[in-house]
């Protein structure tokens, strides 16, 4: 007989109401949108990814279904009616017959691939220090406690907090099929508030399961006939492969099927790349009309191309992930160059010192010409027990042609670490970091808090365990883009006179330009005289994010004039115009960030970046701001004659 069973407490009991799931919500939600949505699918990915058996890709699928999809109502009031005294707090009324009055659906995660919850299903205390595949005792019967090592993506215990913070009734329910012996087990657990129950006070975590037995340990349910019963009620789609299968039961209404299937793109790309992962994601609302995607090393670019990226750049959710890049540097990795041992006596740093002068001045070379290099970032960890582990990441990086700037990625052991990325600064340089298991993941992923989102030195309670003088290695390792990058591009050795020509021509009427000698080696340096500028009947001023064109006070306005300018951002080579992208501005989007007044013409959006005006009185203006103030802005500004032909003369000025 399945039932909830919750503990009593007793008088010498501590009286605790549970807080974790708190841990796991996130000021960075949008309207509408579920807070915990991030650390759901990352913690259900990594703790399928840590059960992987090792034969072929671990598969997740997360399914969303609606109200009308769950069981029918007598089977809901056995499933829910003893919990409705820990849901006062939430609100949650009841019918009659004890079930939750809740509009919601529910969600199931499972995972296939993997080992499922095994170990003794019957263990009630620790197993001793060391032993290892106890997965049924630190999931069902642990809070906070974990059994995970530093191989693992996760370690805190808290994981499956996301399942229950998810659920409006708080709980969830689990069925596994065990790798190791092919058993099925179902079991359950709630964490409420303490609560009264027909007179009783009992504590806020209860467990759904088929009794106890003489010692009151909670048993897991195995009957045939109970099992094959919830896997069709629930529309689980395991039938005898092994993993785990969990059901989340009236879920919040603001988790969203498209932002499942963002978050395991950005989160997990490149454990799909490697062909180590595949993600199902179905349900309502997913883009193209679809009710299911399937993400693989196949298909993942074309299904980033279906989503919109619109969210936050500290979650990363600002563009695509860099899937084909990330295919690219995964091929070049057997040729990845080594640095010296760094940091076995002082805090490890990158200079000259760290390569042979060879090797880096082939890596500063092709580092200019564009190509894509690996590196490999060797430090001493020292350990408080005397001696130390080396840790290894891997760098890649390219530069590009165009100044645009990209996201830099940080991997842990296949898991994309979204808070960590290069400075504001670092642009027209793409860069992945992968960080693979070993020393350095274990100290990294020990910093990193329940979210997993970045590598925080102000979490050194675990780190303190195994490590001394962590911290400035790990901040080394999360600015090791920033420094490769500056020491790949050394200052020029000589001036440059014709660095700036094409921003600034100063015109002196008093005095001559000097001409500059011939220097000793021959070369001759620019000889500037700038050429008087034509007049026209419109100028243009450039102004902090933007610019201004107007009259010009040296020729009178033509009847019936007409501009096109056309604006874009500077790039080292290449022709602006063609490179740009509705990433950097779009004229045509309402409410974004440019804005355009002005007075005397009538002006339309004919591209993202060209605009063209039809001039209507003689004092006309166009004002444009919201660009980039970190970034050069290029306007060229074309007379159009008519509706078909333009004047070849152009105007092109830096703002």
């Known amino acids: 007989m399945t039932q909830w069973i919750f503990a009593q407490l007793s008088g010498a009991a501590v009286r ?63 499933y829910f009616a003893r919990l409705q005294p820990g849901l006062t707090y939430r609100d949650v009324e009841f019918d009659g017959s004890g079930v939750p009055v809740l509009p919601n659906g529910y969600l199931v995660c499972e995972d296939f691939g993997t080992r499922g919850l095994g170990g003794d299903p019957y263990r009630a205390t620790d197993p001793p220090n060391g032993t290892k595949g106890e997965d049924f005792f630190w999931f069902w019967r642990n809070i906070g406690r974990s059994g995970k090592t530093g191989d693992d993506l996760g370690r805190w215990g808290l994981g499956k907090t996301v399942y229950r913070a998810a659920s409006r009734v708080g709980c969830m329910l689990g069925m596994t099929v065990r790798h190791a012996d092919g058993q099925k087990l179902l079991m359950g657990q709630s964490v409420l508030k303490i609560h009264r129950y027909q007179g009783t006070e009992y504590a806020a975590e209860g467990y759904w399961c088929g009794g106890c037995n003489d010692a009151d340990t909670v048993l897991p349910i195995n009957d045939d006939t109970a099992l094959a019963e919830f896997a069709s009620e629930w529309s689980l789609t395991r039938k005898n492969e092994p993993g785990l299968s969990v059901v ?25 790349v490697q062909k180590r992962l595949v993600v199902e994601v179905a349900g309502d609302g997913l883009p193209g009309g679809h009710n299911e995607y399937r993400v693989d090393d196949q298909t993942i670019g074309s299904v980033c191309k279906k989503l919109s990226w619109t969210g936050k750049a500290r979650q990363k959710l600002n563009t695509p992930p860099p899937v084909e890049f990330a295919k690219k540097c995964f091929d070049t990795a057997r040729n990845a160059v080594s640095t010296k041992l760094l940091g076995e006596s002082r805090i490890p740093s990158i200079t000259e010192e760290a390569f042979d002068p060879e090797t880096l001045q082939k890596l500063r070379e092709s580092f200019a010409d564009e190509e894509l290099i690996a590196i490999r970032v060797q430090a001493a960890l020292l350990k408080k027990a005397g001696g130390h582990e080396i840790g290894e990441l891997n760098v ?96 020029p050795e000589k001036a440059d006179f014709d660095l700036l020509s094409d921003f600034f021509s100063i015109e002196q009427l008093e005095s001559p330009q000097r001409k500059r000698k011939p220097q000793s080696d021959g070369e001759r340096t620019r000889d500037f005289n700038p050429p008087e500028p034509s007049p026209r009947w419109y100028r243009m001023h450039g102004k902090e994010g933007g610019f201004q064109i107007c009259d010009s006070s040296q020729l009178p306005t033509p009847v019936g004039a007409s501009l096109r300018v056309s604006v874009a951002y500077d790039m080292p080579s290449g022709n602006p115009m063609k490179h740009w992208s509705n990433f950097d501005f779009d004229f045509r989007t309402k409410n974004g960030p440019i804005k355009l007044s002005g007075k005397g013409i009538s002006a339309a959006a004919k591209e993202g970046n060209v605009i063209e005006m039809k001039i209507k009185k003689d004092d006309f203006s166009l004002n444009a701001s919201g660009f980039d103030i970190h970034r050069d802005l290029i306007v060229r500004i074309d007379e159009i004659q008519d509706e078909s032909q333009q004047t070849n003369a152009a105007n092109e000025v830096a703002s």
């Open 396 to 491: 890649y990086l390219q530069r590009t042609g165009v100044n645009d700037r990209y996201e830099a990625y940080y991997v842990r052991e296949g898991m994309t670490i979204t808070r960590l990325n290069s400075k504001p600064s670092m642009r027209g340089t793409r860069a992945l970091v992968t960080v693979d298991p070993g020393p350095l993941a274990s100290l990294l992923g020990d910093t990193e808090g329940p979210s997993h989102v970045s590598w925080d030195t102000s979490n050194d309670e675990r780190p303190n365990r195994v490590w001394k003088t962590w911290k400035g290695r790990v901040k080394f390792f999360a600015k090791i883009v920033d420094t490769l990058v500056e020491l790949l591009t050394p200052p």
């Open 16 to 78: 605790r109401d549970p807080q974790e799931t708190e841990l796991f919500k996130t000021e960075d939600a949008g309207e509408g949108e579920y807070a915990g949505t991030d650390a759901l699918v990352r913690e259900v990915i990594q703790n399928s990814m840590d059960a992987g058996t090792g034969d072929g890709p671990v598969r997740v699928r997360f399914a969303l279904h609606s109200h009308a999809m769950l069981p029918g109502q007598k089977r809901l009031a056995e």
């Open 248 to 272: 989340v039961p009236y879920v919040a209404d603001e988790l969203k099927a498209e932002s499942i299937l963002r978050l395991a793109a950005v989160n997990f790309f490149v454990p799909v």
